[in-house]
């Protein structure tokens, strides 16, 4: 059974960092992607960064050049280091997984197929 728990989120002032972990269990197949998710009360689902088991990476352009995605693969763990924060960056942030074999956009969320429960992350001075 597939299990991810996230953690490091708070509340943070405009321009801060946070970092955000992912702790994943039950991923017994090789080839699975493993993203950020965020949603924001009354906006759709966007993926931030996903990375794959190559550790090939993938950024929304709302975040890239702010959050990095990484994965240390001796723990299963999954995180984001999310810098220059901003009160829009507001939202539940999910750990997702999904089975990956290239033929799709990993930024799609709808094809994450596991979810974590969520770390609510608010930026606000």
């Known amino acids: 059974q597939v299990r991810l728990v996230e953690s490091g989120g708070g509340s943070v002032l405009p321009g801060g960092s946070l970092t955000l972990s992912c702790a994943a269990s039950?991923?017994?197949?090789?080839?699975?992607?493993m993203g950020w998710v965020r949603q924001a009360p009354g906006k759709q689902r966007e993926v931030l960064a996903a990375i794959n088991v190559l550790g090939r990476t993938t950024y929304a352009d709302s975040v890239t050049g702010r959050f990095t995605i990484s994965k240390d693969n001796a723990k299963v763990t999954l995180y984001l280091q999310m810098n220059s924060l901003k009160p829009e960056d507001t939202a539940m942030y999910y750990c997702?997984?999904?089975?990956?074999?290239?033929?799709?956009?990993?930024?799609?969320?709808?094809?994450?197929?596991?979810w974590g429960q969520g770390t609510q992350v608010t930026v606000s001075s």
């Open positions: 039950g991923l017994t197949e090789p080839s699975y992607c």
């Open positions: 997702a997984a999904a089975l990956y074999d290239g033929s799709w956009d990993p930024l799609l969320s709808s094809r994450y197929n596991y």
